[in-house]
């Protein structure tokens, strides 16, 4: 399945900040088990890269890396295996080197200037974000008007209760979000909790 199809199908990323790579396996089983196989891994701890690699090797979920800014971290999330590279925001520096290694890229924008410019770079994927704070699904629903060919994954300030409002939109491929794996959970260990909080968002999603 290519990430568009998985996006698709699970309409759930969630966002994930690994203190520790010794995190990655048991975080990878607490996905799987929580009924969601894919994952991506913020560039926000120096654990990044290797949790990334850990993940790819372990199998079972589909691992890309999240907050890549630069074009160094596109061939740093490459080397070590991930599958997507999702941006805050949109540099053509770094759309560019996503494509010329091939790689599906997720890059942010919130303002019709910033689609328009993805749109030129050859991407109608776009990471609508900050959403909560960018005026929500119905940012979402007024940017997807004059943009038919866009498709977006809203995140950023999403929860469990929220997601199902964007997720009723035409436009969203998927919703993004740490809420059902929580940074201090994943630290403490508690991937029974975890998987738990998956499973409730994938069967919150579900009705
Ligand atoms: C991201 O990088 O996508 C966001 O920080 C995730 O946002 P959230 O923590 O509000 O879900």
Redesign the pocket.
């Known amino acids: 399945m290519n990430t568009p199809e998985l996006l698709r199908t699970h309409r759930l990323v969630p ?1 994930v900040v690994l203190d520790d790579a010794a995190s990655a396996e048991p975080l990878a089983d607490a996905l799987a088990t929580g009924g969601l196989p894919i994952a991506e891994v ?1 560039f926000r701890t120096p654990a990044a890269a290797e949790a990334i690699a850990r993940m790819a090797a372990h199998g079972g979920v589909t691992v890309g890396a ?2 890549v800014t630069t074009p160094d971290q596109v061939d740093a999330a490459v080397r070590a295996g991930a599958r997507f590279v999702v941006s ?1 925001g949109f540099s053509a520096a770094v759309v560019r080197r996503c494509q010329e290694h091939g790689i599906f890229v997720l890059p942010g924008a919130s303002t019709a200037t910033e689609v328009m410019t993805a749109i030129e770079a050859g991407v109608t994927v776009l990471k609508f ?1 900050p959403a909560g704070s960018s005026g929500g699904a119905a940012a979402v629903s007024a940017l997807s008007a004059p943009f038919r060919q866009v498709s977006f994954v809203p ?4 929860d469990a209760d929220s997601a199902a409002e964007y997720l009723a939109l035409p436009s969203v491929l998927a919703v ?4 059902m794996v929580p940074r201090a959970a994943i630290a403490a260990g508690e991937f029974d909790r975890v998987a738990d909080l998956v499973a409730a968002s994938v069967a919150a999603v579900a009705r």
Do not use: A, D, Q
Not at 155 to 158: E, L, Q, Y
Not at 176 to 179: A, L, M, N, V
């Open positions: 966002v913020t999240g907050t805050p974000f995140t950023g300030g999403i993004g979000g740490s809420w």
